[in-house]
């Protein structure tokens, strides 16, 4: 008796896993699928009349007013890069290749992606919140009864100025960040600064910044959706309701989109590599 037990045991624990791996797959599974309808519904509707002046102003929220947080990390992130980067070279005896590495590390890899995470904490926790008190006050249901398109009236504009923002702020973090490495490098350090201008400009082609464009474009339409979406269906999270169900559903909004980025970070490189 006491085997049969032990065996009943195991085959239900065993169940039960796999049972609890069904689970997780299938609402992973159905999560994806919603967020990829809901960006759908979402970007065809950027090309509805009328959105000229909402993605005007939704530009300037996302991209002008995060450009000075964008370039202030710009430019300690290409500062620590030159410092750092110059005392691995020196053991090399390399120094001379500094400007190539800073503007390689800059535009290829860390440009986009801290970038993307920037505006992602500083817009996209804003995006989450916003559309989720609108959610709860029902202003969105108030939206459906007068006949608009709650989509299409707050999603499509804020995903279209993402797009458009989040590859100029990438820019100005690149510009910022090699700008940054040559205070580091040449003023504070010393290095030749004909040198690392040369460097920079020989180094850097069209396809390095092609595929840096290429991933802010990804990051922002991944950012954008993400946390209009978390802000949208706040009322239907099972782990809280009213006020702090925005309150979740801004920190999932965030924290989701800093792991879609890297993921996705890898993804697109391995594709353009």
Known sequence: MREQDKKKDSSNILS???????????????????????????????????????????????????????????????????????????????????????????????????????IAARAGSAMAAEIGILRNSEQIDALYTMGVDPVRYLVSPKIAASIISFPLLTAFFDLIGILGGYLTGVVLLGTNGGTYLYRVQSSLGMVDVQGGFVKALVFGAIVSCICCFQGYFCHMRTDGFGAKSVGMATVSAVVISCVMILVSDYVVTSLLM
Do not use: D
């Open 16 to 118: 039960s896993f796999f049972a609890a791996i069904g689970r997780f797959t299938i609402r992973t599974v159905g999560n994806v699928g919603a967020v990829a309808i809901f960006f759908f519904l979402g970007f065809i509707n950027i090309f509805r009349a009328r959105q000229i002046r909402e993605i005007v102003n939704q530009t300037y929220y996302i991209g002008a007013k995060s450009s000075l947080i964008v370039m202030l990390v710009g430019l300690f992130t290409g500062m620590v890069l030159g410092l750092q980067l110059f005392y691995t070279l020196v053991k090399f005896g390399s120094v001379g290749a500094l400007g190539s590495a800073i503007a390689l590390s800059l535009v290829r890899e860390l440009g986009p992606v801290l970038t993307a995470i920037m």
